[in-house]
């Protein structure tokens, strides 16, 4: 049986949508909750235990935000970044060891840049050490009704012990609001300006959505996208939780297109407590799909974002500018996170303690022991950072994992390119030199002369100033800021 081309094309086609129809959709967790209430207005796998990333931070502030209403610190209180702190990953700030910033300067940094060596200071000027903060944090945790999370950082660098859940982030970001509504701006902050560096936020929903007020974003390839959000329309307050989007756009998407459900919807499905919890357990590892294979895992999630729309006319400056507010269109959710950036007036962040400041310095110290007292900064400084052969390996990239940046994607794909193309010549040369006996009796060929043109070999450069070159590390500026 002979089958024509645009046969085989079209009952190829056939089989790829009937299958696609049939494959379940790459369902990730999510929860909208009402703030005032703590109703559960919508929910998707709320209770699968999660790699929170750098939404850890949002806790952070929590335990912080507790030191001072405990009259522990305050939030003029410097903190001293210690060489543990200066040794995090990037995203960092990329201050000196012995620098010290405002308990207050420290959170904004730490909400807006996402800084990891900022969150170890934090910690370490709170409870003196970050082994001590986390305890605090899983005391914290429980205290709250967090029963899916377990804590062992402040910055949510990968660890495959430290997991939490949809539900509970919800129950955090509640609390926060709750608790501690005078620092509210901390989680709504769109730039921060250190000198002349103006850094803005990661979060893409403000400035963009209708009532976007907050909180916190994290990634890492192992979580995915991850992203902790509130908005607040006509006094509402909701908070809308996205665990694993396979990338920023589609975070921003989901969650714009959940809290528009959420603030059509009238009453809730059910409560916080009332959703089945059964206690931390191993979570999903996303390195291939997120920061590997994309492609697949973006095409699945977009079947759950729904094709929802956004009042646009509700009082944000940019979209009303693009719009007209008189027009009331009706925007699409995925649109809104093609919008253009936002400009915000940036919050002022500076180095150094508050002008008059007389009183103590948080830094390491023994747990337990007040702020300013039995200071140990040699603890850290004394020690390289102990090397665990039962490491987790989701803080290690995957080996043929694509970079998230294309320039340095195209940059490591030529060095890779070049590499290979010197050991090709390598071989070539090896092979010549292999079957040189056999032509060994053949005349010589006659040397061509040397171009006129060719420039003279510079001269070598002293061996002195060839180490120097060699060993000379690039000095990076305090404010440059590493990968978010």
Not at 335 to 341: D, G, S, T
């Amino acid at each position: 049986m002979i089958f024509s081309k645009s046969t085989l094309i079209a009952a190829a086609t056939a089989l790829l949508v009937s299958f696609g129809a049939a494959a379940p959709a790459r369902a990730t967790p999510s929860i909208v909750i009402d703030v005032s209430s703590g109703a559960v207005l919508s929910h998707d796998q709320a209770t699968a235990s999660w790699y929170p990333a750098s939404v850890t931070k949002l806790m952070t502030v929590y335990v912080a935000l507790e030191a001072v209403r405990q009259g522990r610190i305050t939030l003029d209180t410097p903190v001293m970044m210690s060489p543990r702190a200066c040794r995090e990953a990037p995203s960092k700030m990329g201050f000196r060891a012995g620098s010290e910033v405002t308990l207050h300067n420290a959170l904004v940094m730490l909400m807006v840049k996402s800084a990891n060596d900022i969150a170890v200071a934090i910690a370490e000027g709170v409870s003196g050490s970050v082994e001590a903060f986390a305890d605090e944090m899983n005391r914290a945790s429980a205290s709250l009704g967090m029963t899916q999370s377990v804590w062992y950082n402040p910055n949510g660098l990968p660890d495959e012990r430290q997991v939490t859940s949809a539900r509970d982030l919800a129950i955090l970001g509640r609390a926060l609001y709750l608790q501690f509504p005078e620092h509210a701006n901390l989680f709504n902050i769109g730039a921060m300006q250190l000198g002349r560096q103006i850094i803005p936020t990661h979060n893409h929903l403000l400035g963009r959505y209708p009532g976007a007020d907050g909180m916190k974003t994290g990634f890492t390839c192992s979580a995915g996208f991850n992203l902790v959000a509130s908005a607040t329309r006509g006094g509402r307050r909701l908070i809308a939780v996205v665990l694993g989007a396979p990338n920023p756009i589609l975070r921003t998407a989901k969650i714009a297109a959940l809290l528009d459900r959420g603030f059509q919807s009238g009453s809730g499905v059910a409560s916080l407590a009332s959703l089945p919890s059964s206690g931390p357990t191993a979570a999903p590892d996303l390195r291939e799909s997120v920061c590997h294979h994309r492609g697949p895992g973006a095409a699945q999630f977009m079947a759950e974002i729904e094709d929802a729309s956004v009042p646009v006319g509700s009082g944000v400056p940019l979209l009303d500018a693009l719009n007209g507010a008189q027009q009331q269109p009706r925007m699409n959710a995925k649109e809104i996170a093609h919008l253009p950036r936002p400009r915000f007036e940036p919050v002022p962040v500076y180095v150094g303690r508050t002008p008059g400041y007389v009183g103590p310095v948080a830094r390491t110290r023994a747990p337990g022991a007040p702020v300013g007292e039995q200071t140990d900064l040699t603890a850290y400084a004394a020690q390289p950072e102990p090397v665990d052969a039962n490491a987790s390996p989701i803080g290690k990239p995957a080996p043929d994992a694509v970079a998230l940046r294309r320039a340095k994607h195209a940059k490591a794909v030529k060095a890779a390119r070049a590499a290979a193309a010197r050991a090709a010549k390598a071989e070539a040369a090896k092979a010549d030199a292999g079957g040189a006996e056999a032509i060994e009796s053949a005349p010589a060929p006659k040397p061509k002369a040397a171009p006129k043109s060719a420039a003279r070999p510079r001269p070598a450069a002293p061996a002195a100033e060839a180490q120097k070159r060699a060993v000379a590390p690039k000095v990076r500026s305090p404010a440059e800021p590493g990968k978010s």
